[in-house]
């Protein structure tokens, strides 16, 4: 399978693709400055430019993909919006199916996440909340797949992992920390599969 990783320089993008490669799938990595991808060469490894704020860097990008996974998150360097523009390239290309990485806790999943983490998201997050919300809605809407982690850690790929709808998701006073690698896990496993699409998973550890 061809699968293109949106956000390939940060923790999770890198993960995906470390783990689509190892799964024997071909990878374009898209970060806006490729260079930084720190993977070991590869025949099944493309590097490409592309800027979710640039329409025609991200449109090159694109251009063809079949499946697109995302790893994109916020900096606090970027303009609100970075997210929005990113789900709207993803869908626009026209691909076969999208796996978005979004935060539990926001958007649909803040009914489930608990009033104090919904305090706490809307005071740490309060500038990215609307981007977040708007991302989501554009990928579900276009057929995709979106997951909702909680607070990624750099841990291992878990052995009891599981993947559940959102309305099966344990509800708890904080949300359950999650790796980076189980999430990427996950995400890819919905790439192949594609068993959520119009809706929101929830990557889990046990």
Same mark, same amino acid.
């Given at each position: 399978?061809?699968? #293109?990783?949106?956000g390939a320089t940060g923790a999770t ?12 799938? &071909? ?10 991808? #720190? ?7 493309i590097r490409v430019a592309g800027d979710?704020?640039? @329409?025609? &860097? ?13 790893? =994109? ?6 303009? @609100?919006?970075?997210? /929005? ?23 649909? &999943?803040?009914?489930?996440?608990? !009033?104090? /983490?919904?305090?706490? =998201?809307? /005071? ?8 977040? /919300?708007?991302?989501? +809605? #554009? ?9 909702? +982690? ?28 999650? &790796?980076?690698?189980?999430?990427? !896990? ?21």
């Amino acid at each position: 399978m061809e699968i #293109t990783v949106l956000g390939a320089t940060g923790a999770t993008g890198t993960e995906l693709v470390r783990q689509a490669l190892e799964r024997g799938h &071909s990878v374009t990595a898209v970060a806006r400055t490729p260079d930084r991808i #720190t993977l070991p060469p590869s025949d099944r490894l493309i590097r490409v430019a592309g800027d979710v704020r640039d @329409p025609d &860097s991200i449109g090159r990008a694109l251009k063809g993909a079949r499946i697109v996974v995302s790893g =994109l998150g916020i900096s606090g360097k970027d303009a @609100p919006g970075a997210l /929005t523009a990113g789900a709207r390239a993803a869908v626009d290309a026209g691909p076969d199916f999208v796996v978005w990485l979004a935060a539990f806790g926001t958007g649909d &999943s803040a009914p489930y996440a608990g !009033a104090l /983490t919904r305090g706490l =998201l809307k /005071t740490f997050m309060k500038n990215e909340l609307e981007d977040r /919300t708007t991302a989501d +809605a #554009t990928v579900r809407a276009g057929g995709g797949a979106v997951f909702h +982690a909680g607070p990624l850690s750099d841990g291992p790929l878990s052995p009891a992992r599981r993947t559940v709808s959102l309305d099966d998701a344990p509800r708890r006073l904080f949300p359950a920390r999650v &790796s980076r690698a189980t999430v990427a !896990a996950a995400m890819l496993d919905e790439a192949e599969q594609q068993r959520y699409g119009g809706r929101i998973a929830v990557p889990l550890e046990r």
